[in-house]
């Protein structure tokens, strides 16, 4: 008899290390067979889907395979610029940050393809559930960039009148639910969303983001449970990262598992997905999306993908993991992907990508100075009365009083 | 009318909203097809169907998280959580997502959700099934918190909370679900049939939330209660014979503080009940509020009448529970200035 060891899991590799991602399998696209979208759950079929790699564009740019949507070109260019659009404001806003003109922010670079396709495939009355590096959801349904800049300053025009921490937005009209700073909490909000619009006999899906390491609060399971019992029309999306902040995958249970294969014991379909490709993202949401349309519930995916950027504008990566990890990824990055294929079916060129980055570069650039003359944080603020509405419908006594105690 | 136990005007709130609006659905843990724990939902899904009356897993966090989707939908749902000493794995889902949905989207989404608890002690559930959480509520700006003390207020508040675009913790105090409690816990159980307050309408009425009741009108204390303790203040106010004033708060959250100073004001004396523990207790803002407020109209300190800062002890309930007794010994030394 052996006596007991405590594992505690571990990278392997740690900074001063070279970048290491040989432990990683990748299969080539057309792997993993595509199954109907009406499958039974507990069909064989299913484990490929959750263990394996969905994968639809090669090196070469080339889209193989059974998950190989039928995008039209026009659709491919404005999801790449949504991609290119979310990279260069956030790091446009990420420069502001350094300069002081906000106290936060964080940065989605390497994930764009994820919230630009799936904004895309759904449609205008569905609502996604966001995690704070969705922004390319809002991109591709051309959220106005001014009413960005001014909620990452909190200033006058701050569409959420400076109650909420840069980046937290909420924009109802592009079916973009309230974020939150509390991870996770969201997850089961979907799942009600979706059980309300089939109780209304309405065609709304949700749509809700996780990321891996919050796959180990409550929520996550509770909401899973809930969207399999009800068969609530509910895509359920994990967003592999790799870190959560300085944590690695391993910590969050990924050691043993893919996040996509807890799917199973709730009987749900998995599906993991490479989140840095925007044709197989496209493809796994227009399965889900089919699935919950023929009415056999929610759909858990895994986008499997990598934080680029630190975790936060208060966060240092380099002190936990290899230094130049990201332009290592595997799965490579999204854009240049995108790009990549659009070149390859012929429907892109160098002169009209660098021509159309220009014209973004100075979209960003003039929205920003925009943003900057109606004031940064500190210098341009809503009025202080804002601070008291909103509590309740109606506001009862105290708000009342304390708002004339502050003489506002 | 109709005469109806706590539970029956519970029951009716909840039938006439359903009847009455599309949006209104309610769910918890036993809710379905057997009716509660309580009964609270009986007969409800028989009538209004499972798709309007249903069980949930054993997942408040779960529970909580889908009303407050459903109510950004635009669904007004009900959910019962089966205890308020369950209430805790939601509190998150209650904090930091139902109270604040409002704020931070700027209106853009909301949490029109009531959540019903049975709460308070007197039936020897023990520490699980008998706690008083409405200070952890109370504390948390944007959501509201209901007692009833009675079936006519019980139905009537019921329904304005459903019907409020706020999110509600409604708290059942579940000794006196089926019959009022003085605290004479050695005395044969009455049932609400002989009490006023359960002749109750059939069809829908509300009772509006923040606004207070006095029980019973009188010069020299003022008492503030809530729930069970309504009645418990009532009857030490009978036994000691001293002319007090009975105010039910009925909401603490919204608070009907004008009711309250408008009374001290008058009597210059105030004596808060509640069962829930004392310190760090709601009876602790109560005390603060009259003083900032009645200062000085008062005659003699304010005096709280509370459980003890323990857990809620199994074998020692009566110990525990601020019955008559203790009631009686704060009006008198309240009287002593």
Redesign the interface.
């Known amino acids: 008899m052996c006596p007991f060891d405590l594992h505690i899991p571990a990278p392997p590799t740690r900074p001063g290390d070279e970048p290491d991602f040989s432990h990683l399998v990748i299969p080539p696209p057309g792997a993993v067979p595509r199954p109907e979208a009406d499958v039974n759950a507990s069909s064989e079929s299913l484990r490929d889907t959750a263990y394996g790699l969905i994968r639809v564009l090669d090196n070469q740019g080339h889209a193989a395979g059974p998950w190989a949507p039928r995008i039209a070109p026009e659709k491919l260019r404005q999801g790449l610029r949504a991609m290119l659009l979310t990279r260069l404001f956030e790091d446009r806003m990420f420069r502001s940050h350094r300069q002081g003109k906000t106290s936060f922010f964080m940065k989605s670079t390497g994930e764009e393809a994820i919230g630009a396709a799936q904004s895309m495939v759904l449609g205008p009355r569905d609502m996604c559930f966001p995690t704070y590096r969705v922004l390319s959801w809002l991109m591709a349904r051309g959220y106005p960039l001014i009413d960005l800049v001014n909620q990452i300053f909190s200033n006058e025009k701050d569409p959420l009148k400076g109650r909420q921490l840069p980046i937290l937005y909420s924009a109802r009209d592009y079916g973009f639910y309230s974020l939150s700073g509390n991870l996770g909490s969201r997850f089961g909000h979907a799942v009600g969303w979706a059980m309300a619009s089939a109780y209304k006999n309405d065609d709304s899906l949700a749509l809700a983001y996780i990321g891996e390491g919050s796959t180990a609060e409550g929520d996550f399971h509770e909401a899973l449970t809930f969207a399999s019992v009800y068969h609530a029309p509910v895509i359920l999306c994990v967003t592999n990262n790799q870190w959560a902040i300085s944590s690695y995958a391993g910590i969050a249970g990924a050691e043993e598992t893919t996040f996509a294969a807890k799917a199973a014991g709730y009987g749900l379909p998995g599906l993991r997905v490479d989140g840095n490709d925007f044709l197989a993202v496209w493809a796994a949401t227009e399965w889900a999306m089919a699935r919950a349309r023929a009415n056999r519930g929610a759909t858990l995916i895994e986008f499997f993908t990598y934080r680029v950027a630190g975790h936060s504008t208060s966060d240092d990566p380099a002190r936990y993991r290899p230094a130049d990890e990201g332009s290592q990824w595997p799965l490579g990055d999204p854009i240049a992907r995108l790009k990549q294929h659009l070149i390859a079916i012929g429907e892109w060129d160098e002169a009209r990508h660098v021509q159309c980055e220009a014209e973004l570069v100075d979209t960003v650039r003039t929205t920003a100075k925009e943003g900057e003359a109606v004031g940064t944080l500190g210098h341009s603020k809503p009025p202080v009365s804002e601070m008291f509405e909103g509590v309740f419908e109606t506001p009862d006594w105290r708000v009342r009083e304390q708002r004339k105690e502050l003489g506002v | 009318m109709a005469v109806m136990s706590m539970i029956q005007a519970l029951n009716s709130a909840l039938d006439v909203m359903l009847t009455r609006d599309p949006d209104v659905?309610t769910f918890g843990e036993d809710v379905g097809y057997f009716g509660g724990v309580f009964r609270v939902t009986e007969g409800l899904q028989k009538k209004h169907g499972a798709?309007r009356c249903f069980d949930?897993?054993i997942?408040e966090?779960?529970i909580i998280?889908?009303?407050?989707?459903?109510?950004?939908?635009?669904?007004r749902?009900v959910a019962e959580i089966q205890f308020a000493d369950y209430i805790l794995?939601a509190f998150?889902?209650l904090v930091?997502?139902a109270a604040?949905?409002?704020?931070?989207?700027?209106?853009?989404?909301?949490a029109p959700i009531t959540v019903r608890a049975p709460y308070g002690g007197g039936i020897f559930g023990g520490q699980t099934h008998s706690q008083s959480p409405e200070a952890l509520f109370a504390h948390v700006?944007?959501l509201?918190t209901v007692i009833p003390s009675n079936p006519y207020d019980a139905k009537g508040l019921l329904i304005a909370a459903i019907e409020?675009?706020?999110p509600v913790i409604f708290l059942e105090p579940k000794r006196i679900y089926n019959g009022p409690f003085d605290g004479h816990h050695e005395r044969q159980m009455k049932t609400w049939t002989d009490h006023a307050a359960s002749d109750v309408p059939e069809g829908h009425y509300t009772v509006p939330l923040?606004k207070a009741a006095t029980v019973r009108e009188g010069k020299e204390v003022t008492v503030l209660a809530y729930g069970t303790m309504v009645h418990v203040a009532s009857a030490a106010i009978a036994e000691f014979g001293i002319d007090a004033e009975l105010i039910d708060l009925r909401s603490i959250?919204?608070?009907d503080?004008?009711a309250i100073t408008q009374s001290v004001n008058k009597t210059g004396r105030c004596v808060i009940v509640h069962e829930a523990s004392r310190f760090g207790g709601f009876g602790g803002e109560l005390s603060a509020l009259v003083q900032e407020r009645c200062f000085f109209h008062l005659k003699s300190p304010i005096l709280r009448v509370a459980g003890w800062d323990t857990p809620y002890p199994h074998a020692f309930e009566w110990d525990y529970f601020p019955g008559p007794g203790r009631v009686v010994k704060a009006l008198r030394q309240a009287m002593e200035n």
């Open positions: 659905l798709r949930t897993p997942s966090g779960g998280a889908t009303a407050i989707g459903m109510g950004a939908y635009g669904l749902p794995p998150d889902q930091s997502e604040r949905l409002r704020y931070r989207s700027n209106g853009e989404f909301w700006t944007g509201c409020s675009n706020d923040g959250v919204p608070l503080v004008d």
